[in-house]
């Protein structure tokens, strides 16, 4: 019932920024938390931010005062802002979010298909 939609990433220097996005479209009554995930080669899926619908918001300490999600609900998209690049932060990153359903009211967690972003030397 529900489709994310992301896009933003690609390649960029060292230092560099990029900006993802996820928008979601479909049926249901409202979004509860929208998180970001990435994931580099042989390493484990890592939460990189969250916002809540209220607009509460964590970060991992790698990209702390770097990275920024907002959110924007009448679009029903979630962005991250990525500023100051580094070649560690190259990765799949994915999308999350809890969707609140239509018949069960009940949360569901949907991801993105995922968007590489590469930061090179």
């Known amino acids: 019932q529900v489709q994310l939609v992301e896009s933003g990433g690609g390649l960029v220097q060292s230092g560099g920024s990029l900006r993802l996005s996820c928008a979601a479209s479909?049926?249901?009554?409202?979004?509860?938390?929208m998180a970001w995930y990435r994931q580099a080669p042989g390493k484990e899926r890592e939460l990189v931010a969250k916002?809540?619908?209220?607009?509460?918001?964590n970060y991992a300490d790698s990209v702390k005062g770097r990275f920024t999600i907002s959110r924007d609900n009448a679009k029903n998209t979630v962005y991250l802002q990525m500023n100051s690049l580094k070649p560690e932060d190259s990765a799949v990153y994915y999308c999350?979010?809890?969707?609140?359903?239509?018949?069960?009211?009940?949360?569901?967690?949907?991801w993105g298909k995922g968007t590489l972003v590469t930061v090179s030397s």
């Open positions: 999350n979010l809890d969707f609140i359903t239509v018949w069960d009211r009940r949360v569901v967690d949907y």
């Open positions: 916002i809540t619908s209220g607009g509460n918001t």
């Open positions: 479909g049926t249901f009554l409202s979004i509860g938390v």
